[in-house]
């Protein structure tokens, strides 16, 4: 630790000069845009601007900093770390791992820089992040207003552990209806906004900066989930107060890790990092170093898959309509949202690499995957998202599931909707011709041969 080995002078020569201070944790930092300029509405040039941390002994890599705990030279020192007056951004100083870790601390401000908030802290899963952010804005008894569609995940938590549990209420809207979203606001009680960028299944997008105006107008907060849509849409530079990400999804890109993210306001860290009273310190969603460490790695490419998985995914669906098939993509000029994510999104980065084929029921959903991973080997029946090979479930009895038929139905996620995430491995003329195969396999079947397959 910086403090520590500055008593050792001689070492002093062979280390970098250290990095300049920023002050995200105390709310001076007005964030990568604000710092550089309008051109940083472009994620990947945030990224490239963000401070870049060098290894202990100046390597073009962060250290890992594997501690739980960590010292101080001064009795005092440890005191005024506990009442606040020094933390980790202004005087390098850390208490325990839960709190801040320095590696932990370093990725947190990629995400800031990524999706041009004043900070980011970065958590243990997406769910954490979101769960930790509601209970932290929302408090006992408060209002929540949400789209009727969401990850099955969110839903349950808002609809069920969260009243259960603190008295919270959600009013699940179409948050395309302006009218009702403003209808479903209570005076004095709405104290969040919560919707996705593109919404889970179904593909729909948000019109950010309406909301974030309906929001400010009744004293609550946007909150806006990200993970569809990193790189793609920045939602902060829209008029959303927080951004919440599952880092498991595209950021990740190898479906190897779990891991969530919020950015926003610096004043927002430091309220869920109070010692007596913040969300994320008390529950403990703690990131793992290790984990901070392989994800700080693979933000920077994360700007070229992006562009890729949007590129495929693009082709896809314009092909896919070609054989025939219902398909939900926001790059179609039919999709109902496509001049809105247009106008909305970041020039050079697509429409996201998620789509979804509507097989009608849920029988031919499961005889097309079927083919698709188990015969012409196009992709993975699998939950997530964001992998290198495409992924895809029904998520009406996957990732949806928690919803009940009637919200289901409301949110028009019917029972044969395939939500595919599409990868980018292999040749796009190879992965078409599996995927062209398998439709081919699927329209040839008999009904019950299909049902022999799934038993």
Request: charged share 20%.
């Amino acid at each position: 630790m910086a403090h520590v080995l500055a008593t050792a002078q001689p070492l002093a020569l062979l280390k970098r000069p250290p990095p300049p201070k920023a002050s995200f944790v105390d709310g001076n930092d007005k964030g990568p845009k604000a710092r550089h300029g309008e051109s940083e509405s472009d994620p990947a040039v945030g990224l490239a601007v963000a401070r870049h941390e060098f290894g202990e002994h100046g390597g073009v890599n962060m250290s890992i900093e594997a501690s739980a705990t960590f010292t101080v030279m001064e009795p005092e020192i440890l005191r005024r770390l506990f009442t606040g007056e020094l933390g980790p951004e202004r005087d390098q100083l850390y208490i325990y791992s839960r709190h801040f870790n320095p590696t932990v601390l370093a990725l947190g401000r990629q995400m800031a820089a990524l999706e041009g908030t004043e900070a980011a802290y970065c958590t243990a899963s997406g769910m954490s992040a979101i769960s930790s952010v509601l209970m932290q804005l929302v408090g006992a008894g408060g209002h929540v207003v949400a789209s009727r569609c969401l990850y099955g995940g969110t839903h349950a938590l808002l609809s069920q552990f969260l009243p259960r549990t603190s008295g919270v209420h959600t009013t699940f809207v179409d948050m395309d209806d302006e009218v009702a979203v403003r209808s479903a606001m209570k005076p004095g009680e709405t104290r969040v906004v919560f919707v996705e960028t593109m919404s889970n299944p179904t593909l729909a997008v948000a019109d950010i900066p309406m909301l974030a105006r309906l929001a400010c107008e009744a004293g609550a907060k946007l909150v806006v989930d990200n993970t569809f849509t990193p790189v793609v849409v920045s939602p902060a530079r829209l008029g959303a107060d927080v951004v919440v990400h599952s880092m498991s999804k595209f950021i990740s890109g190898c479906a190897d890790i779990i891991a969530g993210a919020i950015c926003g306001p610096a004043s927002l860290v430091k309220a869920m990092m109070d010692l007596q009273d913040g969300a994320l310190m008390l529950l403990g969603p703690t990131m793992n170093a290790k984990v901070a460490s392989e994800l700080a790695g693979r933000l920077p490419h994360l700007p070229l898959r992006m562009q890729e998985h949007s590129r495929r995914a693009a082709e896809f669906a314009t092909r896919m309509r070609l054989l025939g098939l219902q398909v939900r993509y926001p790059g179609l000029p039919d999709h109902p949202h496509h001049d809105r994510l247009s106008a909305m999104g970041n020039p050079g980065y697509g429409a996201g690499g998620m789509l979804c084929v509507d097989m009608g029921t849920e029988e031919r959903a499961n005889s097309l995957m079927y083919h698709l991973q188990n015969t012409t080997q196009f992709g993975l029946m699998a939950v997530s998202l964001g992998y290198y090979q495409t992924l895809m479930s029904c998520s009406g009895n996957s990732t949806s599931s928690e919803m009940a038929p009637d919200d289901r139905a409301r949110a028009g996620i019917s029972p044969g909707l395939i939500r595919m995430s599409i990868g980018y491995n292999g040749t796009l003329d190879q992965r078409w011709a599996q995927f062209e195969r398998a439709v081919t396999l699927m329209k040839q079947e008999t009904p019950s041969a299909s049902a022999s397959k799934l038993i």
